[in-house]
C-alpha cells in the first residue's frame, strides 16, 4: 500500500491552478508505504517493510510532477469529479489509476 497525503491547493481558490498563489510552482511530497509482501505467490516473497520518503514534486500545466529516486514520475490531475488520475512511468512503462479520496 502507498498512501499519498496532502491538499491541492491551486490559484484563485480552483482546483485547476499551477500551484498555490503566490508560491513557486514546486512542492514537496511526503509519501509513505509498507506492511506488505512483494512476490507473494512466487517461490521468493520478499517483505516491504514501513517508511516514508519526501520527494520534490512540480506543477506544470495543472498536474502534479513527482520525480521518483532511479528517473521514474509519477502525475496526477485533478478531475472534475474530486478524483485524482495518477500516471506512473518507470523504465518505459506506463501505469494509469484513479485515487479516490478515503472517508474520514
Not at 44 to 68: I, K, N, T, Y
Not at 81 to 95: N, Y
Amino acid at each position: 500500500m502507498i498512501l499519498v497525503s496532502g491538499v491541492w491547493l491551486a490559484s484563485g481558490g480552483s482546483a485547476s491552478g499551477d500551484g498555490p498563489p503566490g508560491r513557486p510552482p514546486h512542492t514537496r511530497v511526503i509519501v509513505a508505504w509498507g506492511n506488505g509482501t512483494v512476490g507473494a505467490g512466487t517461490a521468493h516473497p520478499r517483505r516491504v517493510p514501513s517508511d516514508w520518503q519526501r520527494l520534490r514534486g512540480q506543477f506544470v500545466e495543472g498536474a502534479l510532477q513527482v520525480s521518483l529516486p532511479g528517473g521514474g514520475t509519477w502525475s496526477y490531475r485533478l478531475q472534475p469529479d474530486g478524483t485524482l488520475a495518477a500516471t506512473q512511468t518507470w523504465h518505459g512503462e506506463v501505469s494509469h489509476a484513479t485515487m479516490t479520496r478515503a472517508l474520514e
